[in-house]
């Protein structure tokens, strides 16, 4: 609200701020959100953690924020779709003195 609320009242003003500034407010932040550490930490996570943080940011580099962030999220579905077709449900039969007793485990990216 704050950010819609300055470009709608002073234009001018945010004009006047120098390009350069705002491009080292940028790299900052940027290297902030992808430090060597969180690179690390996705690397432990796995490759169908990793590679997907990858392309995304790479794509983010090499086009303009909506387009990577729609790539990224494109290869991380097709990640989850693969993942889910894998191992999509598994059931699990016990049988007990009162009858037989059926567990159904379905892949992990399954929400309702």
Do not use: C
């Amino acid at each position: 609200m704050l950010l819609l609320f300055s470009v709608v009242l002073f234009p001018v003003y945010l004009n006047m701020i120098p390009i350069a500034a705002l491009a080292a407010i940028l790299l900052v932040t940027g290297f902030k959100l992808a430090s060597p550490s969180l690179f690390r930490h996705m690397w432990s996570e796995g490759r169908y953690q990793f590679i997907p943080f990858v392309v995304t940011l790479v794509s983010t580099v090499f086009t303009d924020l909506l387009i990577g962030i729609l790539i990224g999220l494109s290869v991380s579905v097709l990640f989850i779709l693969n993942s889910s077709l894998r191992r999509p449900v598994r059931r699990i039969v016990e049988t007990h003195i009162g009858g037989d007793v059926l567990h159904v485990e379905l892949a992990n990216q399954v929400s309702f």
